[in-house]
Each structure stands twice: as C-alpha cells, then as structure tokens.
C-alpha cells in the first residue's frame, strides 16, 4: 500500500489476555518505529528497528511488552497479561534509513486503539 | 537526555488571527526540531523540521516555526488561522549525537480556531 498500515485499528480485551498489533510499513523503509499515545501523556516511544541492527528497547514499559520484525518489513507488537493502564493508541512509523539519518522524518500508520476492560 | 516541553494543553484563536504554538526543548547537543499535526483519527502527519540554516522555516499548509537557540523554543506560527487548522499538534526532538535515532514528542496541543 501505498502509506503504513495497522491492524487491528480498534482492540477490546479483557485483562490478562495477550494481544498482538501488527504494523505493516511502507515499502523499502527500513526503520520501524512504535510509539503508544495516552490521553494527556502524548507520544511515548517503545522501540524501533533499523534494518539488521539490534532494536532499541529502550522504551518498553515491561517485560510483558515486546516487538519483533520479521524479515526486514511487517512487525508486531505483543502484549501480555494485558492490564488496564495498557489502554491506549499504539501508533506506527516508518522511514527510509537514510532521511532517519539525516532529519528524523517519519511516516505513521493511523494505529491501533486498544482498550482493556 | 533530550525532552520536549508544549506548556499549552489548548490553543484557540479565531479564524483570520495569526496563531502560535509553543514548543522549547532540551538536548545536549544541537538539536534537530520536527512539527507534527494530527488530525481526529488519524495518523501524525509531518509538518515542518529544523536541521540547520535559516532559523525560520516553512512547512506545509502555510504553517511556520522560528528556532530560538538563546531561549531553546522552536514556536510554530501561522499568519491567518482557518477553521481547518484545528488539530493537535506535537513538537518533537532528536539529538544526532545523543538521542540515536530516536524521536522525542511533547504532549501535544490542541488547536481550536473558531469563526
């Protein structure tokens, strides 16, 4: 497609459950960006991927939340044991590596709301 | 470590009068500056950056901002405010030294402009 796509767009669960987001970016961008945005907190970073480098976890709140990428493109974001303060937009970017390199443009997909009851 | 500030939860103006929307950051070194805008459910949408050059820089949609190293604010502007512009806005920060690749958004500030 032709912008990053995410699924699901809309997420209810009940706590404790596992969810998984999918991002799908835009093709040839090799960074991959997750950012999560709560009412009043604005954007907060999770983690990002360029190309075979290690991803940067630096922002993931726990150890229940974790990514992979696979192949160099889709990746997914994996929650467990959900809880309520989970409760928030997951936005994706993506980027070619060389406008990250030089001035930090980034693409996002529209995200995935998720709501934990 | 780089942070963001936008001081302002909301911002409202009247269509036809300039508006502005604060932003001051903090980073070690000197900073690259972004403006995004989000639309009701959508995605962030670029808007404008600062890398290096002119202090004052042009984005899209007729929007402006003036990097202010003195007092560390990167303020965007807009001459004449339309009814369309109403958004929430996000200033972000990456430091090419310090931050790797990361980007650093405020917590936003909601744009109304009325007629």
């Known amino acids: 497609g032709a912008g990053v796509s995410q699924s699901p767009s809309n997420k209810v669960t009940e706590k404790g459950k596992d969810v998984e987001l999918r991002c799908d970016p835009i093709s040839g961008h090799t960074a991959l960006y997750w950012y999560r945005q709560s009412l009043g907190q604005g954007l907060e970073f999770l983690i990002y991927?360029?190309?075979?480098?290690?991803?940067?976890k630096s922002g993931l709140p726990s150890d229940r939340f974790s990514a992979e990428r696979t192949g160099g493109s889709v990746s997914t974001l994996t929650i467990q044991r959900t809880q309520q303060e989970d409760s928030a937009v997951y936005l994706c970017?993506?980027?070619?590596?060389?406008?990250?390199?030089?001035?930090?443009?980034?693409?996002f997909g529209e995200g995935s709301r998720l709501t934990v009851l | 470590a780089q942070s963001v500030a936008q001081p302002e939860d909301q911002v409202n103006v009247a269509e036809g009068n300039p508006l502005t929307v604060k932003c001051t950051y903090s980073?070690?070194?000197?900073?690259?500056l972004f403006w995004y805008v989000q639309y009701p459910n959508r995605g962030l949408q670029f808007l404008l950056k600062y890398i290096t050059g002119d202090n004052l820089v042009k984005g899209s949609y007729g929007f402006e901002a003036e990097f202010n190293k003195s007092q560390t604010s990167f303020h965007l502007k807009k001459p004449s405010a339309l009814v369309s512009d109403s958004a929430l806005y996000f200033c972000?920060?990456?430091?090419?030294?310090?931050?790797?690749?990361?980007?650093?958004f405020g917590t936003g500030t909601q744009l109304k402009v009325e007629l």
């Open positions: 980073v070690s070194g000197n900073p690259y």
């Open positions: 970017a993506s980027s070619p590596r060389d406008r990250v390199a030089n001035t930090g443009e980034l693409f």
């Open positions: 991927f360029q190309g075979n480098s290690a991803p940067d």
């Open positions: 972000a920060v990456r430091d090419p030294r310090g931050g790797g690749n990361k980007l650093t």
